[in-house]
């Protein structure tokens, strides 16, 4: 997992890794989150801190604080980071991705998974058992309607949850991307439209009309590069099947 910002001054600002730690001590054993932060200018100057705590946001909030007096060593300021948000890549919800069997196993998605590539007819979609909502610290994640949604007052952008799915559904990106993919299947257009109406069928229509070259079509899919994105919005505008949406979710209509 990684989680980056460049700033105007051409800072860096990532986090490389969270990570569950443990303590032996008399009585049990402590729990905590082991927060791996670096910081660098990508000329060669660069600081590491690992912060923990109980709390993954305060595990984050030690290891900056640790790049930071290293980065001063060395003769960099270093400026905060862009805050960070877990978005799920799915929109079959119950309406538009029916269930080809019953699962009756352990309610998780991990064990839904083994059995057929999972209960929906589309394989690469939100199972909805919450194995997401399990390693959420800050209660950040609610199943509504089949499929996991994120609470972006509430996300800390740990990454956590994107480990945690078994179909790797969920990204970590800037809170400020405007636009993004509601779909994460690589089936040809015919396929995916045939279990889910708001899957990526592949068109290009996204790639040709954006105008800063960040959005390409790899693998049957719609990719974003949020380097090069600008928030325009004219990918989302032009995707008749509504899999790119705003950030709040919202379709956008087309002209």
């Keep these: 997992m990684a989680m980056r910002n460049r700033e105007d001054d051409g800072m860096i600002t990532k986090v490389v890794s969270i990570n569950r730690v443990s303590k032996t001590v008399k009585g049990g054993r402590i729990m905590k989150f082991a927060a791996l932060v670096v910081v660098g200018d990508g000329k060669g100057t660069i600081g590491y801190g690992i912060g923990k705590s109980g709390e993954v946001p305060e595990a984050i909030r030690k290891g900056e604080a640790a790049a930071k007096k290293i980065a001063e060593i060395m003769g960099v300021e270093v400026t905060a980071a862009e805050p960070q948000v877990a978005f799920v890549r799915c929109s079959g919800d119950?309406?538009?991705?029916?269930?080809?069997?019953?699962?009756?196993?352990?309610?998780?998605?991990?064990?839904?998974?083994?059995?057929?590539?999972?209960?929906?007819?589309?394989?690469?979609?939100?199972?909805?058992?919450?194995?997401?909502?399990?390693?959420?610290?800050?209660?950040?994640?609610?199943?509504?309607?089949?499929?996991?949604?994120?609470?972006?007052?509430?996300?800390?952008?740990?990454?956590?949850?994107?480990?945690?799915?078994?179909?790797?559904?969920?990204?970590?990106?800037?809170?400020?991307?405007?636009?993004?993919?509601?779909?994460?299947?690589?089936?040809?257009?015919?396929?995916?439209?045939?279990?889910?109406?708001?899957?990526?069928?592949?068109?290009?229509?996204?790639?040709?009309?954006?105008?800063?070259?960040?959005?390409?079509?790899?693998n049957n899919h719609a990719v974003i590069?949020?380097?090069?994105?600008?928030?325009?919005?004219?990918c989302a505008e032009v995707c008749r099947v509504h899999a790119i949406r705003s950030i709040m979710g919202e379709k956008v209509e087309v002209q």
């Excluded at 078994?166 to 089936?187: F, M």
């Excluded at 590069?225 to 004219?234: A, L, M, Q, V």
């Design 94 to 218: 119950c309406s538009h991705t029916p269930h080809k069997y019953d699962f009756d196993g352990i309610q998780s998605c991990a064990a839904c998974n083994r059995f057929y590539d999972g209960s929906k007819l589309c394989t690469s979609g939100c199972l909805g058992y919450g194995d997401c909502i399990k390693v959420c610290s800050q209660g950040a994640i609610s199943i509504v309607d089949g499929i996991a949604v994120i609470d972006k007052a509430k996300c800390m952008g740990c990454g956590l949850c994107a480990k945690a799915c078994p179909n790797g559904l969920i990204a970590v990106r800037r809170i400020s991307q405007a636009v993004d993919i509601c779909c994460s299947s690589r089936d040809v257009g015919r396929v995916t439209r045939s279990v889910c109406p708001n899957g990526c069928i592949g068109c290009k229509l996204c790639e040709k009309n954006c105008p800063s070259g960040a959005v390409t079509v790899q």
């Design 225 to 234: 590069d949020y380097e090069k994105c600008t928030n325009c919005g004219k």
